[in-house]
């Protein structure tokens, strides 16, 4: 059973409020004004699956546009692409080996990979681990030859442009192209392809493949069972149907020798991100030292080796974004105050704009909730 939201007005672009639903897993009367003001330049067809952390009290809402109408599902054990969230599942990997004391986060990346560098430093500095963590390698944003038109085109390329970037093409373009944009640790240039070369470090340094670790380290031991890379049946059969800018599903295929593993290609969904919320918030091993910093960007910023603080009036909370060809989704949570918010979503990146940001939705859904006045010391 499903609880409807009507909106007459709904294809007109006007909005109008939500009336109150009395529910547990549902809406208040300001986060459903936020959701409304957001959800109606979004296409038929789109889901939106929400967690609310405010202290000890935690709520999941599920919602989905039918024509002119919102109502409520429940779609909190579906999954959907998260895209960069996964760069911060990638960092803790990270984290992981360096709690145990099997890797320094400063060794140079040159002794790790297994071919020859082009260009391994700049002024005499090295690029190291926590340098491609922190987005402070000099690297660009993504390799200069993705778009290779050589590549065979289809599609779905449209919509997942790291499909056909193999570890082989990575590696090619590590040994006969690439060119630093700064002097490692100077600068940080927020890169996709840190994090993709990062999970593939990874796998060298662990001898175990990235879905594998994701799995040991975190999935397991968080109960998250709805997170993963590879498709099987089951996990297709809960996958939320991506959509492009018009609406219409967009084919989802499965991650085979992906470069940008690391970077984009974890799936999961509302349950499973907030148990991964709080063990970062309440965790004091691997996960914390995760949230440790290592460069301080601005008066504002602050990055380590899996987050970004953000830093403003007291707060110090971290996030984390993901936008795919079909998925958009966002992530906040703030340790000390024990609160947080999950955004997923099957909107495509492609309809990204100031009127339609998945990014912006769970910055207003975050920013009233309250603080903790009896945390645990």
């Given amino acids: 059973m499903v609880s409807i939201l009507s909106c007459s007005n709904f294809h007109s672009g006007e909005l109008v409020k939500l009336p109150k639903v009395n529910t547990q897993n549902s809406l208040d009367s300001v986060q459903a004004e936020i959701v409304y003001k957001y959800a109606q330049h979004f296409p038929n067809g789109t889901q939106l699956s929400f967690y609310i952390l405010t202290h000890q009290k935690e709520k999941y809402i599920g919602v989905e546009r039918r024509n002119d109408s919102l109502v409520y599902i429940d779609n909190s054990d579906n999954t959907f692409e998260i895209g960069s969230i996964t760069k911060p599942f990638t960092g803790i990997l990270l984290s992981k080996l360096v709690y145990d004391g099997k890797v320094n986060p400063t060794e140079p990346i040159k002794n790790i990979l297994h071919i020859p560098l082009k260009q391994s430093s700049l002024n005499g500095v090295e690029i190291t681990l926590?340098?491609?963590?922190?987005?402070?390698?000099?690297?660009?944003?993504?390799?200069?030859?993705?778009?290779?038109v050589k590549v065979p085109y289809t599609l779905h390329?449209?919509?997942?442009?790291?499909?056909?970037?193999?570890?082989?093409?990575?590696?090619?373009?590590?040994?006969?192209?690439?060119?630093?944009?700064?002097?490692?640790?100077?600068?940080?240039?927020?890169?996709?392809?840190?994090?993709?070369?990062?999970g593939h470090i990874l796998t060298l340094l662990s001898e175990k493949s990235y879905e594998r670790q994701l799995?040991?380290?975190?999935?397991?031991?968080?109960?998250?069972?709805?997170?993963?890379?590879?498709?099987?049946?089951?996990?297709?059969?809960?996958?939320?149907q991506g959509r492009d800018e018009f609406g219409k599903p967009i084919p989802n295929g499965n991650i085979i020798n992906n470069a940008f593993i690391g970077a984009t290609g974890i799936k999961s969904s509302a349950k499973d991100l907030a148990k991964f919320i709080k063990a970062n918030i309440f965790d004091t091993t691997y996960f914390y030292l995760a949230q440790k910093t290592t460069k301080v960007t601005?008066?504002?910023?602050?990055?380590?080796?899996?987050?970004?603080?953000?830093?403003e009036k007291g707060k110090h909370h971290v996030g984390a974004f993901g936008a795919t060809g079909g998925y958009t989704s966002g992530l906040i949570f703030e340790r000390n105050e024990r609160v947080g918010v999950v955004v997923l979503s099957n909107v495509s990146a492609y309809l990204a704009s100031k009127d339609s940001n998945i990014e912006s939705l769970c910055k207003d859904l975050y920013g009233p909730l309250p603080y903790d006045t009896e945390k645990s010391k």
């Fill in 130 to 148: 926590v340098h491609l963590a922190n987005h402070t390698s000099g690297l660009p944003f993504e390799p200069s030859d993705v778009n290779d």
């Fill in 157 to 198: 390329n449209r919509y997942d442009p790291y499909q056909n970037y193999t570890i082989e093409r990575l590696y090619d373009y590590l040994s006969n192209k690439m060119i630093l944009q700064s002097t490692p640790g100077e600068k940080r240039k927020y890169s996709n392809l840190n994090f993709g070369l990062l």
């Fill in 215 to 240: 799995f040991e380290v975190i999935c397991n031991p968080l109960g998250m069972n709805n997170t993963y890379i590879t498709f099987n049946y089951e996990r297709k059969h809960f996958l939320v």
């Fill in 298 to 311: 601005d008066e504002h910023f602050t990055g380590s080796l899996a987050w970004e603080t953000y830093n």
